[in-house]
């Protein structure tokens, strides 16, 4: 579900960035992105590495 949302995210951020609602100043939206796929991917890692050890 959390990677789901972040392909959301993500795609919407995309969209925005078409329509050129981003601009030098004004760009939280693309860092808040950022910042919630990269701790998607953190929690990938580190429940990956648990699975791993578990096994």
């Known amino acids: 579900m959390h ?10 951020t ?3 960035a078409l329509q050129r609602a981003y601009s030098h100043t004004e760009y ?6 950022a910042v919630y796929w ?4 953190l929690l990938w890692i580190v429940l990956f590495a648990l699975f791993y050890v578990l096994h």
Do not use: K, P
């Open 38 to 41: 990269h701790l998607i991917d």
């Open 3 to 12: 990677v789901g949302l972040g392909v959301v995210i993500v795609f919407n």
């Open 28 to 33: 939280r939206g693309i860092e808040t992105a």
């Open 14 to 16: 995309r969209q925005a």
